[in-house]
């Protein structure tokens, strides 16, 4: 497994950016698909992203396509989630994951062997 660490939340007003990165500990990080995951108070946690290892294969939640864009650099063990004309409704705490490369539904959050603590990002309007 891997030690996870994200940061970059804050306080932000809607249709600002953010970038959040998320720090990963160990040799094989590259061999791990990654995912970002996000819980609103009160909701369930959701998928947002993921990316495969090689970082060209990637998916968006259909509520933030177009607007947050996952990436990695393998050589740093980090991977970004990068946050365009965030809204009210991308409140929320933001987690970074860690899973099997071979995950076929990159969503299915129980897949995820490895996750950080989160960090909050806040969207006033």
């Known amino acids: 497994q891997v030690q996870l660490v994200e940061s970059g939340g804050g306080l932000v007003q809607a249709g600002g950016s953010l970038r959040l990165s998320c720090a990963a500990s160990?040799?094989?990080?590259?061999?791990?698909?990654m995912g970002w995951f996000r819980q609103a108070p009160g909701k369930e946690r959701d998928f947002v992203a993921a990316?495969?290892?090689?970082?060209?294969?990637?998916y968006v939640a259909n509520s933030v396509k177009g607007r947050f864009t996952i990436s990695r650099d393998n050589a740093k063990n980090t991977v970004y989630l990068q946050m365009n004309s965030l809204k009210p409704e991308d409140t929320a705490v933001y987690y970074c994951?860690?899973?099997?490369?071979?995950?076929?539904?990159?969503?299915?959050?129980?897949?995820?062997?490895?996750w950080g603590r989160g960090t909050q990002v806040t969207v006033s309007s």
């Open positions: 990316i495969r290892r090689s970082g060209v294969s990637t």
């Open positions: 160990g040799r094989t990080f590259s061999t791990y698909i």
């Open positions: 994951a860690a899973g099997p490369q071979d995950l076929l539904y990159v969503q299915e959050q129980t897949r995820y062997s490895s």
